[in-house]
Antibody
């Protein structure tokens, strides 16, 4: 069974940093692109970032470009999102998702981890 | 950026009836369009990809159609478990973009 389990969310002050992790199991991790999608409280879905299976190609939404960094460790089946210079508007549930590259839709989602940016 | 617009924002439907949801792209996305279902407190679930291909395990009452800029998700004979929010997403161009969602509620 394909499973994605996010961790690393929490409460952080504006300007602070967090590192989200996503542990993947049940599929050949290196064969798939991966991504992050977030959902602010009471709002819709917003794509944040994606990374190819090899990790050689990364993609970002304009809203996080230069502040967030996506990466992966294929030896440990792990996906990461390093979030710096956090703002109140980054407050959201952040979902990890599996992407059946070369088509970048999300076929499996984790349950999400909550990031709250507040003083 | 391809802006995705969903309509209506809310759709009130009686159980057993048909629901038709619309998604419009600001520029052509060919058939690179997915639909997701999200229930309260849950992660989204993939329903449809490539505009009309049902994902694994999705019942046949869900169907997708369209290409270019106009897309439709149809749910025939709504069941109680189908009342949820539905999102479309284009993956033809970067950045990936979602529509604002359509909430299907019980009439």
């Amino acid at each position: 069974e394909v499973q994605l389990l996010e961790s690393g969310g929490g409460l952080v002050q504006p300007g602070g940093s967090l590192r989200l992790s996503c542990a993947a199991s049940g599929f050949t991790f290196t064969n798939y692109a991966m991504g992050w999608v977030r959902q602010a409280p009471g709002k819709g879905l917003e794509w944040v970032s994606a990374i190819s299976g090899s990790g050689g190609n990364t993609y970002y939404a304009d809203s996080v470009m230069g502040r967030f960094t996506i990466s992966r460790d294929n030896s440990r089946n792990m996906l990461f999102l390093q979030m710096n210079s956090l703002r109140a508007e980054d407050t959201a549930v952040h979902y990890c998702a599996k992407i059946p590259h070369p088509s970048y839709y999300m076929d499996v989602w984790g349950k999400g981890t909550t990031v709250t940016v507040s003083s | 950026e391809r802006v995705m617009t969903q309509s209506p924002a809310t759709l009130s439907v009686s159980p057993g009836e048909r629901a038709t949801l619309s998604c419009r792209a600001s520029q052509s996305v060919n058939s690179d369009l997915a639909w997701y279902q999200q229930k309260p407190g849950q992660a989204p679930r993939l329903l449809i990809y490539f505009a009309s291909t049902r994902a694994t395990g999705i019942p046949a009452r869900f169907s997708g159609s369209g290409s270019g800029t106009e897309f439709t998700l149809t749910i025939t004979s709504l069941q109680s478990e189908d009342f949820a929010v539905y999102y479309c997403q284009q993956y033809n161009n970067w950045p990936l973009t979602f529509g604002g969602g359509t909430k299907v509620e019980i009439k």
